[in-house]
């Protein structure tokens, strides 16, 4: 039971337009979102969190949202660049005592020059 | 500041041979966990740390062992490798709290 997805493997968008990448999640306990950036031969790097009490945070070029009645957020980069091609992973938590994170399967993200 | 920091950053191994994994790091987080990560599918938990002496298994803890002697250290051990545990091998540690967790560059492991 895959309690993050990410549904679409990979995205291609053109340098300067919006980049939307999607997540969607079934256990009603998360109350922490984070999205990754991850590039080959490195390790995962945190991009931007959302806690449960909001449905916005924004940071620079990247927003996510949270909408928890369909269970699902979203991150939007604005305006895309092509150094922001790279594997992109949402990840969820249902407790700070732990801070265990259940991670989507990844969406792979190619801006286009 | 280096952070987060994994020893060896690749090793092949024979089935049957054992090998630990070191992750150190600088930043006096209370909290340390290993991850694997294979092809199409995100990062796993195996087992994670919420402070120094403390472990608990995570998603897919079989095959593997942890300690936590020191703040700064989680090792993780295959007393027995299998060619199932081929993977990238991360670990990551955070502070307390609504806190992001910060990773290493991994560990490529081949067993064969």
């Known amino acids: 039971d895959q309690q993050v997805k990410q549904n679409s493997p990979s995205l291609s968008v053109q340098e300067g337009r919006i980049s939307i990448l999607n997540c969607d999640y079934t256990n009603s306990m998360f109350d922490y979102f984070l999205w990754y950036k991850k590039y080959p031969a490195e390790g995962p790097t945190f991009l931007i969190s959302?806690?449960?009490?909001?449905d916005k945070n924004e940071d620079g070029r990247f927003t996510v949202f949270l909408n928890k009645s369909a269970k699902h957020l979203s991150l939007h980069i604005v305006p895309s660049q092509p150094g922001d091609s790279a594997v992109y992973f949402c990840a969820a938590s249902a407790s700070s005592n732990t801070g265990k994170l259940i991670f989507g399967q990844g969406t792979t993200l190619q801006v286009k020059p | 500041n280096a952070g987060v920091t994994q020893t060896p950053k690749f090793r092949v191994l024979k089935t049957g041979q054992s090998m630990t994994l070191l992750c150190a790091q600088d930043m006096n987080h209370e909290y340390m966990y290993w991850y694997r990560q294979d092809p199409g599918m995100g990062l796993r938990l195996i087992h994670y740390s919420v402070g120094e002496g403390t472990t608990a298994k995570g998603e897919v803890p079989d095959g593997y062992n942890v300690s936590r002697l020191k703040k700064q250290n989680f090792l993780l051990g295959l007393e027995s490798a299998a060619p199932s545990q081929t993977s990238v091998y991360f670990c990551a540690s955070r502070r307390q709290g609504y806190q992001p967790q910060h990773f290493g560059d991994g560990t490529r492991l081949s067993i064969l």
């Open positions: 959302i806690s449960s009490i909001k």
